[in-house]
């Protein structure tokens, strides 16, 4: 049996009395590239919210690392979805990668020489070094994106989770960020994807969570991400995935 990085047992997560998400038993395998598929309103990212703490959940437990989710906390870094940052906010890209050393530094000592050592090492490794001093607002999408995961890289967690990281952005830009993230899980990392793109996830990710408010399937990406299952997962046909052999 893997090792988990994350573990979720009967999780009920309810908006108003509606389930979003309904007795959910799931976990994610330490060291691995995994992503969580399903439609729109499957709760995708209120699985993500819900293990970090950011959504008050009705019933179950999440374990992070073999830990409570705050006391795991350290060890997880976040990158929302793109819709959700206030990209008007005064700030550049490098202030924004440096906000990953915030954790360690505390509330008192700010960023010094090392700290911009390190914000800039993680622009340059995502190739947008030459932006640091761009503010955020002027970025294209894969750009924004690259930054936030940036922040997220410097923060030098073990668990990272990204909201549809590819959401809107450009085709260079998404190869950059799959080429971290396979760099990230060679060290040993655990990288959490919600994802959209059905042509991509056996390209880039080695375990799958299927996902329809409950859970539908999960194991590595070659066992579960088949016809049957995404035909149970979305509903209706899929009858161009079947015709060009993606699953």
């Known amino acids: 049996m893997l090792d988990k990085a994350v573990e979720i047992e009967d999780l009920t997560v309810a908006y108003l009395g509606h389930p979003a998400l309904w007795d959910v038993d799931a976990s994610i395998p330490r060291g691995s590239l995994s992503c969580i598929l399903g439609p729109n309103g499957a709760g995708k990212s209120t699985l993500l ?19 409570s989710i705050q006391a795991a906390l350290p060890l997880c870094s976040y990158v929302p979805q793109r819709s959700g940052v206030d990209w008007d906010f005064p700030i550049t890209v490098l ?10 530094l505390g509330l008192v000592r700010r960023p010094g020489k ?14 947008i070094l030459e932006l640091a001093n761009r503010p955020i607002g002027e970025l294209s999408g894969g750009q924004q ?16 989770f990204l909201d549809e990281p590819f959401q809107g952005i450009d085709a260079h830009s998404e190869r950059v960020i799959v080429e971290m993230l396979k760099d990230l899980r060679s060290k040993g990392k655990t990288i959490v994807v919600v994802h959209h793109d059905l042509q991509t996830v056996k390209e880039y990710f080695d375990y799958a969570i299927l996902l329809n408010v409950r859970l539908i399937d999960q194991g590595p990406t070659s066992q579960v991400v088949t016809f049957e299952n995404l035909k149970i997962t979305y509903g209706g046909t899929l009858p161009f995935l079947r015709e060009n052999n993606h699953v």
Request: proline share 0%; with cysteine.
């Open 95 to 104: 202030e924004v990668a440096r906000m990953g050393t915030y954790g360690r």
């Open 145 to 160: 994106q690259r930054c936030f995961l940036a922040r997220a890289l410097v923060q030098n967690a073990e668990l990272y």
């Open 49 to 67: 919210k819900a293990a970090l703490g950011l959504l008050k959940i009705s019933a179950g437990r999440i374990r992070l690392l073999g830990q």
């Open 114 to 127: 090392k700290e911009t050592s390190e914000a800039m090492e993680a622009l340059e490794r995502l190739q």
